[in-house]
């Protein structure tokens, strides 16, 4: 992604958004008095969506899209593979020998898609490239740990993917090489109708495989406190809806 295009991005996720909004309110104020009612909404909605239950609002018509699989058993699928879509690493962890690591979501991933390959057999694709000035791909340090830390090992890796729409397109070029049609894709439950809208391109057979549901989560009083979890899943709700729209716009 371009740099311009990265920084619009900044400036319409939490907290920047709210921030801006707010200095507008401030700037406007000796213009128009009414205008420091943008700075207190502004306040107000950061406080709101800074809170566990506040991003419920952005977060669960995400998830509500793709409902979760109860019984792959009891599924009429026909699928041939497994995807599992890359996710974020952590560089540098100690306890690892200053290895790269999945972060928690891409644990998350692979966790699922290893339940999904003891159920089904069905062997595994992952798909992810190089960020930044990484020396590995997302696929291989996936990888690495779907077959140490869960016993699987990954029949294919897919490693120049650089978003989503690429790990649709890349991973369907090697999907049929192999004669493969069907597919099960392993994301979780937000990121699941962006990641459906880029693979129906490719014309491949999808079933859905979302996994963490944050909007299935039982509500304490601490969750409508503003907390940076709830501010970290409102800015991924956020982010998910911006490129929905996206996609549609271009």
């Keep these: 992604m371009q740099l311009p295009i990265k920084l619009a991005s900044t400036f319409l996720l939490f907290p920047a958004n709210m921030l ?11 213009r128009w008095r009414r205008a420091i009612w943008l700075s207190w909404c502004a306040l107000a909605l950061l406080w709101l969506f800074s809170t566990r239950a506040g991003a419920l609002l952005l977060l669960a018509p995400l998830e509500a899209q793709s409902p979760a699989i109860a019984d792959v058993g009891n599924l009429p699928s026909t699928a041939q593979a497994i995807v599992v879509l890359g996710a974020s690493r952590q560089s540098q962890a100690p306890e690892y020998n200053h290895q790269y690591v999945p972060n928690y979501l891409a644990l998350a991933r692979l966790r699922y898609a290893a339940k999904l390959h003891r159920d089904t057999r069905l062997p595994v694709l992952i798909t992810g490239g190089k960020t930044n000035d ?3 791909s997302e696929a291989e340090v996936m990888a690495r740990s779907l077959r140490d830390d869960f016993g699987v090992t990954a029949r294919w890796l897919e490693n120049e993917a650089m978003d989503t729409a690429q790990n649709a397109s890349l991973s369907a070029i090697l999907l049929r090489q192999a004669g493969i049609q069907r597919i099960m894709l392993v994301t979780d439950a937000m990121h699941m109708p962006r ?9 491949l057979e999808i079933t859905a495989a979302p996994t963490v549901f944050f909007s299935h989560e039982r509500l304490v009083p601490y969750d409508y406190v503003p907390s940076g979890e709830g501010l970290r899943r409102s800015n991924y709700a956020l982010h998910e809806w911006i490129g929905l729209l996206w996609y549609k716009l271009r």
Excluded at 20 to 30: E, F, K, M, N, V
Excluded at 195 to 203: C, Y
């Design 20 to 30: 801006l909004l707010a200095a507008l309110g401030l700037l406007l104020r000796h």
């Design 134 to 136: 990484a020396t590995e």
């Design 195 to 203: 990641a459906l809208a880029s693979f129906q391109k490719t014309g």
